[in-house]
């Protein structure tokens, strides 16, 4: 993966939970502790667009599905 350098500014709080958290869990960088959570952040927002197409299926579907199709079927 390439990467590309930018620049941030976070307050002092953020700075040590990122330093410190390297530290505590072994990641080479401070780049790597972002990069870790902008990945967490990232899933949770699929998560989330997952969850509201869910609820986009009309009830007409659920009951297609099995098309009159038992359990014992499968």
């Known amino acids: 993966m390439q990467s590309q350098k930018i620049s941030i500014s976070l307050p002092p709080s953020l700075l040590t939970f990122i330093e410190d958290y390297k530290v505590a869990k072994g990641c080479q960088s401070r780049s790597q502790v972002i990069l870790e959570a ?3 952040l990232q899933e949770r927002e699929l ?8 609820f986009e299926v ?5 009951v297609t599905v099995g098309d009159g199709l038992k359990d014992e079927t499968w």
Do not use: I
Not at 47 to 54: F, I, K
Not at 58 to 62: C, I, P, R, S, T
């Open 38 to 40: 902008l990945e967490l």
């Open 47 to 54: 998560e989330q667009a997952y969850r509201e197409a869910s």
């Open 58 to 62: 009309e009830d007409a579907w659920e």
